[in-house]
Structure formats: structure tokens, C-alpha cells
């Protein structure tokens, strides 16, 4: 079962190269048991008469009793073996001639107690009286059969060869079954600029070419969506400043208090729109400059020292990197912040730990709260998601956070993960380039 679930999940070009295999194999099954069909039901016997007759011939002219001068003499003319064997001697022209119990041949019904057949060369083996012979018409490596195994050899290494010149067509032809794949794997990353190139008319071209189009269009509708949120977020900000006017001239209250709340929560709000957008254009690049992590984290953990559970930060040693120290703080601050809100007052501390080399620094930011479920973490860096649908006061944030926190992380060419388990955690893990 598990070989069969790995080869479902395995590449197409892995289940062709199966298909090619598998044929190959049961073509070659099938050659060898149909040669052995043909040659034992069409050949075989016809070869056992002329092999027993032509050891027949030999023996007859060696007369009775043998006589081994004549039997030397037309082993030597016909490079053939012979054996000879009785009550009075045992004679062989040649050492490498085989012995009558180490052969096993096949019954050579038309003559009582002959034996005719391949066993690592032809050979015959008759009784004439109480003379037992071997003719050895061909010798082991040279026969009938060993070319007939060569042959079949040779065409299955040749199927080989254009079994992989096959592959190879059928693998370019499904080319852009990989470009595809490419693609749809920078789309699902957030890379809706990427175009297949293709000028193929078939099939698969007008399947390139139906994605190009759709990439496009999800293209300009996020385009749309950024730029409708942008100029909303431009144009509230003239209202907003009205409105904080018109509230200094309020005498102090609950209301104004709750108004006050609220204006800064759209004015957050704004300012996360608009930064996103600013890193995501290429006009609002970093300011980067040398910095230590260490303090700058530090320096966050001030701001939270009134925070209930608080925050520790644990470091190796001391380690810098150039990049936007403004926004490294936004993106620490809104970890941080998410970090001891989902934390109860009672929980473990917040812990921060810095560990690297000469090539990476990474951060690891890890709560001890309530825990993100399984299905929610794959969205918590999508824009207006949040894990808590509620909105309420007590957590508060329109989803905005994260997202904005994966755009700096990226922007410094680094990378955010997320693991949590629900009532143990969560823990955020930063990668940046030193």
C-alpha cells in the first residue's frame, strides 16, 4: 500500500518512466519464454536427430571395439570431443572434456538409453553394448544456445536504447507540464508577474496559455483591490485629522475616550495599508544600515516591561546585519505584542532567543498562550485574516500585522515560519542573512 501511495504522489514523468519500464520488462519476459516455446516445440527435437546421427556416424567408424587413434584423429579434424568408457579403459582426447554424470541431458526416445541435448554445449551420450560414449559437438560457450541467449542479449539492450530515446521525446514534449508547475508555484507564492512562454498550438500550449491569461486577470484585480486601499487610506486620513480637531474642543469623557480609541485603531490601520504598499513598491525601498539585533530587541523589551507575562530575551552572543531599523522594530513590536496578547497574565514569559553563524541570525519568538489551530496556520500572513474572528477590544488589530510583518521580513531577504500546538503556544521563527 505505501509503494502504491508513493508512486500516486509521485511526479508524471516518474509514472511514464514506470509505464516504459514495466513494458519493457514484460516485453522482455515474454521474448525469452516465447523463444524457449519456439525452440523447444519447433527446434529442440530437430536438432537432438542430427546431433545423434552425426555422433552416430563418428562412432560407427570407430569400430568395435573403439579404436582411440581414429577417435583422436577425428576430434582434432572436427573440433569435437569424444569420451570413451567401458569395463577395460577410460579414454578422453582432451582434459576439459566433461564427464557422463556431470552432464544432464534431455532422453533420446528413438534409441534406448542415448541422452542428447545442451547443457553448456551439444552433447551426446550413448551406450553400444557395454561401451558407453560422449560426443561433444559443441563445447560450452560456442553453442547453439549461447548464441541464441546473446541475440536475445543484444535486442533487449537495443529496446534499452530506444526505450530511452523515447523517454527523452515524451519528456520534451510534456515540457510544459514543468513550466506549469513552475508557475503555479510562484502564483501561489504571491508572484502574479511571471509569464510562461510557450509557442506551442496544441493541447498543453493552450493550456500555458489559458493560465497566462488567468494570471493576468487575478493580477489586475489585486492590483485593483491594492490600489482601492490605498486611495481609501489616503482619503480618510483628511477626515481623521478633522475629526481629532473637533475632539480637542470636547470636554473630557467616557465617549471621548472611546473615540479617541477608535481613531487610533483606523489610524494603525491606515499606517500598516500604507507601509505594505510602500514595501511592496519598488520606489519605497529599505534604509538599511548596520544595526545589532541585540539592542534593538532590547530596546522593544522596555516598552513591554508593564506587559503581563513579559518578555526575556535570550542571546548567544552579539550579532549585527544591515537593514531599516524602523522597520525591523515594527516587525519585532508586532510579534511581540500578538505574543503577549494571546498569553495569559499568569503564563510563562514571552521568550526571544538569538542563535546564529557567520552566514544567518535567527530569532525565534515563542509564547506560551492559548496556540493557533493546525487549519488557521497557513493564512495567519494573509492580509484582514484573523485567527480571532471576533475583533474584540481585548486582542483588536484588523488581521494586518502579520502581513505587514512578512513583507519587511522578506524585503531584508530573510524568512518567517510559524509552528503552535493549541494550549502549549506558538513560536515564530526569523531568518535573516547576516
Known amino acids: ?100 554424470d556431470e552432464l ?60 530511452y530515446f523515447m523517454y527523452r521525446i515524451v519528456r520534451r514534449i510534456l515540457t510544459p507540464v514543468l513550466l506549469l508547475r513552475e508557475g503555479v508555484d510562484k502564483v501561489s507564492k504571491g508572484d502574479f508577474d511571471n509569464e510562461i512562454k510557450t ?22 484585480m489585486i492590483k485593483s483591490r491594492d490600489q482601492l486601499l490605498l486611495d481609501v487610506s489616503h482619503e480618510l486620513r483628511t477626515p481623521i485629522t478633522r475629526v481629532k480637531l473637533a475632539l480637542e474642543f470636547m470636554d473630557d469623557s467616557k465617549s471621548k475616550e472611546i473615540i479617541q480609541d477608535d481613531i487610533r485603531e483606523i489610524e494603525t490601520m491606515i499606517s500598516e495599508l500604507l507601509e505594505t504598499e510602500r514595501l511592496s513598491s519598488k520606489h519605497g525601498g529599505l534604509k538599511k544600515e548596520p544595526l545589532l539585533i541585540n539592542e534593538l530587541l532590547e530596546e522593544l523589551a522596555i516598552g513591554f516591561a508593564n506587559r503581563e507575562p513579559g518578555v526575556v530575551i535570550n542571546s548567544e552572543s552579539s550579532y549585527s546585519m544591515n537593514g531599516d531599523g524602523e522597520r525591523l522594530k515594527t516587525l519585532f513590536r508586532n510579534i511581540i505584542d500578538n505574543a503577549i496578547k494571546y498569553s495569559s497574565d499568569q503564563a510563562h514569559p514571552v521568550e526571544v532567543n538569538l542563535k546564529g553563524d557567520t552566514k544567518r541570525v535567527e530569532i525565534s519568538i ?34 494586518l500585522g ?4 512578512q513583507k519587511i521580513v522578506e524585503a531584508h531577504g530573510g524568512n518567517i515560519k510559524v509552528t503552535s500546538e493549541l494550549n502549549a503556544g506558538t513560536k515564530i521563527i526569523i531568518s535573516f542573512p547576516i
Open 1 to 100: 500500500m505505501k509503494i502504491l501511495k508513493k508512486l500516486h504522489e509521485s511526479s508524471l514523468f516518474v509514472k511514464i518512466l514506470l509505464v516504459f519500464i514495466c513494458g519493457h520488462l514484460f516485453f522482455a519476459v515474454s521474448m525469452w519464454h516465447l523463444k524457449d516455446f519456439f525452440f523447444e516445440n519447433f527446434h529442440a527435437k530437430s536438432i537432438q536427430n542430427t546431433a545423434y546421427n552425426y555422433g552416430s556416424l563418428i562412432i560407427d567408424k570407430l569400430g568395435t571395439p573403439p579404436d582411440t587413434t581414429l577417435a583422436k584423429k577425428y576430434a582434432d579434424e572436427f573440433e569435437i570431443n569424444i569420451k570413451i568408457k567401458n569395463d577395460q579403459f577410460e579414454w578422453a582426447n582432451s582434459e576439459s572434456t566433461p564427464g557422463f
Open 104 to 163: 544432464e541431458l534431455k532422453d533420446f526416445h528413438a534409441r534406448f538409453k542415448s541422452h542428447v541435448g545442451f547443457d553448456g554445449g551439444l552433447h551426446m551420450i550413448t551406450e553400444r553394448g557395454n561401451t558407453t560414449y560422449l560426443i561433444s559437438l559443441q563445447q560450452d560457450g560456442y553453442d547453439f544456445k549461447f548464441y541464441d541467449h546473446l541475440f536475445v542479449i543484444i535486442a533487449l539492450s537495443w529496446f534499452t536504447i530506444i526505450l
Open 199 to 220: 509557442n506551442r498550438t496544441d493541447e498543453l500550449g493552450k493550456l500555458i496559455n489559458s493560465f497566462n491569461t488567468m494570471n493576468r486577470e487575478v493580477r489586475e
Open 402 to 405: 502579520m502581513h505587514l510583518s
Open 366 to 399: 515563542q509564547d506560551f498562550g492559548e496556540g493557533i489551530p493546525q487549519e488557521e496556520l497557513g493564512h495567519i500572513f494573509e492580509p484582514f485574516y484573523r485567527v480571532d474572528k471576533s475583533r474584540s477590544k481585548e486582542t483588536g488589530g484588523y488581521g
